[in-house]
Structure formats: structure tokens, C-alpha cells
């Protein structure tokens, strides 16, 4: 399959590209603005499996101006995008009373904004040749009934809204012969969390979550469509 996958430098998105590329079959489009760690990330890669193909585009997902250098980029590595991992993500606990609009901007742009923009980007390069699934990769604080935590709001809105999307952009799309489905995921243990809040300790490493959402994308009956489905081992 052809996959790409944003946010892939660190934590969720380089374990889920390192456990993709066990198989040989997979053609994948690693994306960060991180150039020296997508660089890592190839050399493990390559460690792990000599014969898996795995593509680093250094790009930053916020500069609206050169997403069609970032077109260019993926058509010279494959015409057609059968999985989009919309994984790239911004953590932020600013207190409400003491946010700026200038941080939920930013907030709203990596975790809403870019994941529209990349959308619009490659859906011509979907559905075309078989099946394509658009995942994005949510939160359950942005679930609804969930647990919810002080210095969270406006990150937890923008993966409210990210739900909602994805919802509704399934409906958009199922003409077009592509899914859309959420992961909200629970807390996991991450170098983007640990920087947030140094003391927690989820008991779910990143390495475990890359290899769940490895193996969810790389089944190729879609099953579900529209769908947010909350991967978390608390309740709620």
C-alpha cells in the first residue's frame, strides 16, 4: 500500500512507520519539518527491514504557500495514496485564562487547519486505484464524556473538531470510494506528553500505539466509515 503519514520525526508517528515498514509491500511517505530525525528514522527502518521503502519529506505542515512543492514531492514517489495518517499534532497547557490568540491559533492550524489543507492536497490521489482510508489520529480529550483536564481546553477543542471532521468528511467522500475514520487515542507515553507533564506515566508506550495503528490501517477491508473509536485503557 501507499502510505503517508504526517508528524513522523517522534513518538507515535515514527514507532507507526517503523512497525509499517516490516513489510516490503508498503511504499511510505514519512512527513516532518524535522529533516535530522526523518533521517533516524530511515536508517532504523533500513535496519529493521533492508528491503522496506520508506520516503522522508522534510515539510512543515504550516506553511500554507508550499503544499504544491509537497504535491510535487509525493507524485515523484507514487501516483496514488491508498492511506493518509493525519498524525502530526500540538500539545499546549496554557491555562485558558492565560492562552493567546496566537496559541490557539497555532493549536487550531497543526491540528485542524494542516490536516484540511493535507486533505484537499492528496484526495485527488485517492479512491482512483481500489480503496483509500484518511485516518486521523484524535484524542480522548476531545471525546465527548470523557475525562477532561485543567490546562487542556483549546487542545481538546481542536481534537473535538477534529472528530466532528472527520464525521463529516466521510459522509463527503463515500462516493469517492474513500474512508475517513478518528483514533482518538488515551494517553501515551510520548517526548510531546512528557514535555507537558513530566511526572505522568500512562503505561502505554509509543512503540505500542505505532504498532496498533499500524496493523488498524494496514487491513485492507475497511470496516468502519465516519467512525471515532476511542483506543484508550481508561474508562472514560
Do not use: W
Amino acid at each position: 500500500m501507499n502510505i503517508v503519514i504526517t508528524g513522523a520525526s517522534q513518538g507515535i508517528g515514527f514507532e507507526t512507520v517503523k512497525s509499517l515498514c516490516t513489510d516490503s509491500e508498503h511504499k511510505i511517505i514519512a512527513l516532518s519539518r524535522n529533516k535530522d530525525q526523518l533521517e533516524v528514522l530511515r536508517k532504523e527502518c533500513l535496519a529493521i527491514n533492508a528491503n522496506c521503502h520508506v520516503y522522508p519529506i522534510a515539510f512543515d505542515l504550516q506553511d500554507r504557500e508550499k503544499y504544491s512543492l509537497l504535491y510535487r514531492d509525493v507524485i515523484e514517489v507514487f501516483k496514488s495514496v491508498d492511506i493518509l495518517v493525519n498524525n502530526a499534532g500540538y500539545l499546549s497547557t496554557t491555562p485558558f485564562d492565560e492562552v493567546t490568540s496566537e496559541e490557539i491559533e497555532k493549536i487550531f492550524d497543526i491540528n485542524v487547519y494542516s490536516v484540511v489543507r493535507l486533505i484537499q492536497l492528496l484526495k485527488p490521489l485517492m479512491g482512483k486505484e481500489g480503496h483509500s482510508h484518511i485516518v486521523n489520529i484524535g484524542s480522548m480529550g476531545g471525546y465527548q464524556g470523557s475525562s477532561k483536564f485543567p490546562g487542556l481546553s483549546i487542545y481538546s477543542a481542536s481534537k473535538s473538531a477534529l472528530h466532528t471532521l472527520t464525521e463529516c468528511m466521510a459522509e463527503e467522500f463515500k462516493e469517492d470510494n474513500i474512508a475517513v475514520n478518528c483514533l482518538a487515542l488515551g494517553g501515551v507515553n510520548t517526548e510531546m506528553l512528557a514535555k507537558a507533564f513530566p511526572s505522568f506515566d500512562t503505561g502505554v508506550s509509543a512503540e505500542e500505539m505505532g504498532k496498533y495503528i499500524s496493523e488498524f490501517i494496514s487491513v485492507k477491508k475497511v470496516l468502519f466509515n465516519g467512525k471515532v473509536l476511542p483506543v484508550s485503557n481508561s474508562t472514560p
